[in-house]
């Protein structure tokens, strides 16, 4: 089974500043499948990135994923208000015996 | 516009069952693998099983294998998730989501499921 373990667990930020988190795999993971999803408390999670570096229908370009193997990171350049939330990461990947679709555990992004 | 509606849960008691439903709309349902994608409370998403686009494929997590059962209903663009045998543990939001390439591009708004006496 792939791991994911993101970091760090929580983020203190103000708005305004550069946001950056981190998605590591225990085993190299695709950039195809690579996904992040935002979670706001009391609703479903919402896909922002997709194919580790293309953002989802109607996200704003403040948001950015990159890297490759088993390191990606989630760029937010210049928070905003409503930016603060919860964030995972997910891959997918055909494995014998293992389950195909794996989350991180989360980072929560606070307002400073 | 694309929509997916979760219904179904609420309060069992351990042993008991429960059938999750999820209606589908805005979108050609049988195109696309479903999947059931569960959060336990102040907890992380754990994937749960997914269902491919005829019905005729399922994938589970091993944990809930054998007391879990994800079908669908093209016809009536539904998604369904039998579960059995329900524990403490099985306590969570339920959601649904439509699957594409590997990741979860929409989700449903989620139904609470409790297994308590």
């Known amino acids: 089974e792939i791991v994911l373990t993101q970091s760090p667990g929580s983020l203190s930020l103000s708005p305004g500043e550069r946001a950056t988190l981190s998605c590591r795999a225990s085993?190299?993971?695709?950039?195809?499948?690579l996904a992040w999803y935002q979670q706001k408390p009391g609703q479903a999670p919402r896909l922002l990135i997709y194919?580790?570096?293309s953002r989802a229908t109607g996200i704003p370009d403040r948001f950015s994923g990159s890297g490759s193997g088993t390191d990606f990171t989630l760029t937010i350049s210049r928070l905003e208000p409503e930016d603060f939330a919860v964030y995972y990461c997910?891959?997918?990947?055909?494995?014998?015996?293992?389950?195909?679709?794996?989350f991180g555990q989360g980072t929560k992004l606070e307002i400073k | 516009e694309v929509q997916l509606v979760d219904s179904g849960g609420g309060l069992v008691q351990p042993g008991g069952s429960l059938r999750l439903s999820c209606s589908a709309s805005g979108f050609i349902f049988s195109n696309y693998w479903m999947t059931w994608v569960r959060q336990a409370p102040g907890t992380g998403l754990e994937w749960v099983a997914t269902?491919?686009?005829?019905?005729?494929?399922?994938f589970y997590v091993n944990s809930m294998k054998g007391r879990f059962t994800i079908s669908r209903d093209n016809a009536k663009n539904s998604l369904y998730l039998q579960m059995n045998s329900l524990r403490a543990e099985d306590t969570a939001m339920y959601y649904c989501a439509r699957e594409y390439w590997g990741t979860f591009d929409i989700w449903g708004q989620g139904t609470m499921v409790t297994v308590s006496s």
């Open positions: 269902i491919n686009g005829d019905g005729s494929d399922t």
């Open positions: 085993q190299s993971v695709s950039i195809s499948y």
């Open positions: 997910q891959q997918y990947g055909q494995q014998s015996g293992n389950p195909p679709y794996t």
């Open positions: 194919g580790a570096s």
